[in-house]
């Protein structure tokens, strides 16, 4: 995400197809909160693969997780 931050800083922004492999990034000696952080810094909230708000202990609490992000400003709910 660091390299895209200008991009995913624009407004529309794009949508992401996320999969995240926690356990992965754990071995690694990362945080994968990181990530989550990095999307909310950038005003983007996650969902489920069905499109329903989903929060970061749900998305960190497995080993492999896949989540869309999207903008706040083009949510429908307006909500995480």
């Known amino acids: 995400l660091a390299g895209a931050r200008e991009t995913l800083s624009r407004r529309p922004g794009p949508w992401l197809a996320l999969e995240l492999h926690n356990a992965m990034i754990r071995a690694r000696g990362r945080d994968p909160a990181a990530t989550l952080e990095a999307l ?4 983007y909230e996650t969902r489920d693969l069905d499109g329903n708000p989903i929060d970061a202990a749900r998305v960190i609490g497995t080993d492999l997780t896949r ?8 949510s429908d709910t307006g909500t995480e």
């Open 67 to 74: 989540v869309i992000a999207q903008p706040r400003d083009q």
């Open 40 to 43: 909310r810094t950038l005003g």
